[in-house]
């Protein structure tokens, strides 16, 4: 079987051949320069990695977490859009305890593009699978003082359509409703705008009896929701 540090370095080269600098240059600006990029779009890198796991096969258990450590440690963004590609095609088999790697990949290199994709992907993925997980975790993580897992606790159940726990929804979201974070308060309401896709009544009933939402959370979760 193929070692985490082989496919990394696979991995690294095959992106590498394809590095375009001025497109580089262009994501990082996009993301405000807190990463560097190689240059690779998202059908490049990713049908670049398709291509490879084909021919490799998906890392697991101890080795997947290697993998991820590897990944998250590079420079290149492309390499932890890598990891976490590789971390939720695994997810569905992984053991009890998996959500472990996966927190690490919330609090490095935080940002939306990968906490979103992770929140929604994996964390909602695993909770299903471990709904006892659910409580425990997301209540220490709205607890922290970390911006990133107090967003992926609002954000994890995107998915979960009419499954979607509104009684622990309402409560993270009104944990976080005097954060002055932008990311918390968009994350709300866009939690919010999601479920009124199927409880409407509840959105609006929830902004009604919560004035002190912010205007930001209050539009976002009113956007769908026809007015009178």
Not at 156 to 170: H, P, S, V
Not at 202 to 217: A, C, K, M, R, Y
Request: aromatic share 12%; charged share 25%.
């Amino acid at each position: 079987m193929i070692s985490a540090n082989e496919y990394y370095l696979l991995i690294l080269n095959e992106f590498s051949t394809r590095e375009n600098s001025e497109i580089a240059a262009q994501q990082s600006r996009y993301m405000k320069n807190q990463f560097a990029y190689l240059g690779l779009k998202a059908p490049v890198w990713q049908g670049t990695l398709r291509k490879l796991i084909a021919e490799n096969g998906i890392l697991r258990g101890e080795v997947l977490a290697d993998f991820v450590d590897l990944c998250f440690a590079d420079d290149h963004r492309e390499m932890q859009y890598a990891a976490i590609e590789m971390a939720q095609r695994a997810v569905k088999k992984e053991e009890l305890g998996f959500i472990a790697v996966i927190e690490q990949m919330i609090v490095r290199k935080s940002w939306w593009d990968s906490v979103d994709w992770i929140a929604s992907g994996m964390v909602g993925a695993y909770f299903q699978r471990f709904p006892e997980e659910v409580l425990p975790l997301t209540t220490r993580w709205m607890k922290s003082e970390n911006m990133w897992l107090q967003r992926t606790a609002i954000l994890f159940q995107l998915k979960y359509r009419e499954k979607t726990d509104l009684n622990l929804l309402g409560k993270y979201i009104l944990v976080v409703a005097d954060s002055r974070e932008f990311f918390l308060r968009k994350a709300a309401g866009w939690a919010l705008r999601t479920a009124s896709a199927y409880f409407p009544e509840f959105v609006i009933d929830f902004v009604e009896q919560n004035p002190h939402l912010s205007g930001l959370t209050k539009k976002e979760a009113l956007r769908n929701i026809p007015k009178k």
